[in-house]
């Protein structure tokens, strides 16, 4: 289970694409209107732009460093975000470089003799209508298209597991239920994300014994959890076993429903990661089974699935990144493989300390990548 | 063993009689300060240290007073990764010892979408005279990368020596970055942006942080402390000696021979987690401690002498025919003329790690030393005074590795060009 905060933060994060950066190629429009590059004069006190104003489009800058130190130009939109810098200018040195300002506004130039600082800006104005590139927003509608039909098959899955394994705690088959519950878990660890999203039906599902702290009632998956390996099945694991599967069916329901943008689908795809890397490798979130690596492999999963239905669209805007994430992601996946165990995969309990360092850099390795996603759909 | 060496204490001190007596963990006379343009680098007044030279900043650079160091093992098997972060290593190492961001608006430039490039705790921090200085491990040059023709010579696994009591997993390591600062958050932000840009290509192996420096490397800096409240590093190599570095520091073009080329002008990087035993040292007397260190606690005065920078008198002989300076002391048995005149430049850190769990400090000194050849400068000195150094009774050795550092990088030139030129 993740926090409240990340729940929200996935909730509420606005369809804004297309909107961003749009570093693409310009539509054939006119280059920083009539009169040739914007003249910049650098110097270690001054920063002097020749024209503050452009129509929208791309803007060429000439940057010239008549200082004595090292210097850089930016062009920032509101709250800081760069939409073009050139460093390392030396003493002497000149640059010129292309920035895309598609859309009309007051943005602000700056130069930063010494490389550091808020550097010396000044306000610039883009006028005229959106030049806003075109952007990829079949592919991406097509991405999130095929991910809900992804949660919505694993949601299905889910419930009838969870039938299943209910059916199986309460008529007392404890090693049945036993052999099931990592496998039942796997569908619900699959989309985390999204079925997490509901906020009051996560902790009875999926609470730790901790939820208790926070006045809730331990209930769910984890609960059952305790009876089968700790305490055995007690006088009221038939009644928490009904509450699940009701609470289980309420959420797929919904999960079944949900509709996704796409930095939901990238967010989602690197919160899975952040779920192993606090909950899982960690041993954490299965302390009476220790079947935390069918956790591990099926947060793994659906992470890959989230990037999966990106790939159209991340192949053609950032193919470098695609071909990172495969290699890292078969190097984790085959790391993985080596502590299967016939269907399963070993307990936690018996991997050693260092077999844990290598799953933390595997996984460190592929999350990197993986957590860049969300700002190349943001650039559209 | 406990007993026998308190009464050789007790009969070192008896008679000598010299109060403000004489010692220091090191050995050599202060060398005379050079004249200007020796290329003596101070500090210079905006915290800026320059980054490109013909040696790497972070080893004659006045030391700065804090300290993460970190060894790192490298996970991947394609060559070019390797060279690629190197070459982004460079650009970052350099953009953060200038004060910069790790990357250009990396804090927030990116946008609300972005994931940060630079981690941004050192956003507001001036440049604090930061740092970062990188250095190969003997295994880098195994089979893996090709770069076995590359393998300096005496850049191998140093031997075992008598009371070490190594963790493997405070040891060795593929490379190293040494950064310093006299902020320790701007030290902390450089290694952990550092290590961050190496997911998939590098992993650390251990780290440490040093929270005090325990040597000067400048004429122009006083003598500082280590854990045992001596002064520590009062006749060390310094900055305004080009000569001495010359011979027992900067690896010459001639040793760098073939495939090594790139390590001439240079320098290897020995480190050695010295754990103290505090609690054991603090309960000893006055007088036993500046017999096991060999000068005195309050001026730092070789016994039996008057000033700091005093070169020891080893012959010198107390009332009772005992040798003033206890020929067990650690200034006696490091001293070059014990030693065929090997000297080395000591840039060591005190650390404290919390406590051990058993109430008592984890601390002691992390012990970095820059040397022209560790086979013949440090392994020697250590084999003396592991077998016969007083000291012993009060540290033990837990971590140990060796590096070697290229030499500064020119113009235009990274690390990755420079290792696999």
Known sequence: MTTSRARAALLILPLTLGLAACSGAADGSETTGSGGPIAVTASDT????????????????????????????????????????????????????????????????ACKPGMVGDGIRADFTVTGSSAAAKSDDEKLTAATTDYQRYVSSQADEFLEETTEFVGLVKAGKVEEAKAL??????????????????????????????????????????????????????????????????????????????????????????????????????GEEERYSHTDLWDFEANFEGSKAAIQALRPFLREADPDLVATIDSRGTALGDLLETHRDGDGFVLYTELTPADVKKLTEALDAFAEPVATVAGAVAKG | MEASSRRAVLAAGAGTAVAGAAAGLTWASRPAAAGPGAGAPDAPADGVVPFRGAHQAGITTPAQDRLHFVALDVVTSDPEELRALLTAWTRAAERMTAGAEAAPGGTVGGGPYGVPEDTGEALDLAAANLTVTIGYGPSLFDERFGLGARRPGALRELPAFAGDDLDPARSGGDLCIQACADDPQVAVHAVRNLVRMGFGVVAVRWSQLGFGRTSSTSTSQVTPRNMFGFKDGTANLKAEDPVALDEHVWVDGAEAAGGAGWLAGGSYLVARRIRMHIEVWDRSTLQDQQDTIGRDKKVGAPLGQRDEFEEPDLAAVAADGQPRIPVDSHVALAHPSNLDGVRILRRGYNFTDGSDGQGHLDAGLFFIAFVRDPFRQFVPMQQALARADKLNEYIEHTGSALFACPPGLRDGQDWGTQLFA
């Open chain 1, 181 to 282: 519950y990592p496998t039942a878990r796997s569908y619900w660890e699959r989309i985390e994300p999204v079925a997490e999203s509901f906020g009051d039906l996560d902790p009875k599902i999926d609470g730790r014994e901790d939820v208790v702290e926070e006045g809730m009632e331990f209930t769910g998956y984890h609960r059952l959890e305790k009876d089968l390996w700790e305490t055995g099945l007690r006088s009221d694991s038939g009644a928490i076993a009904d509450r699940l599967l009701a609470d289980v069916t309420e959420l797929v329901a919904k999960a079944k429903a949900v509709e996704l943008n796409p930095l939901q689908l990238a967010n989602g795809s690197k919160a899975l990661l952040d779920e192993i890397a606090t909950g899982k490798i960690t």
């Open chain 1, 46 to 109: 001054a920063c002097e732009v020749a024209r503050t104003e452009a129509p929208a489009g791309t803007v060429e800058f000439a940057v010239t460093n008549s200082g004595t130190k090292v210097n850089e130009f930016y062009v920032y939109a509101e709250g800081d975000r760069i939409m073009g810098e050139v460093e390392n200018i030396g003493p002497g040195l000149s640059r010129t470089f292309h920035v895309e300002l598609a859309e009309p506004g007051t943005y602000q130039t």
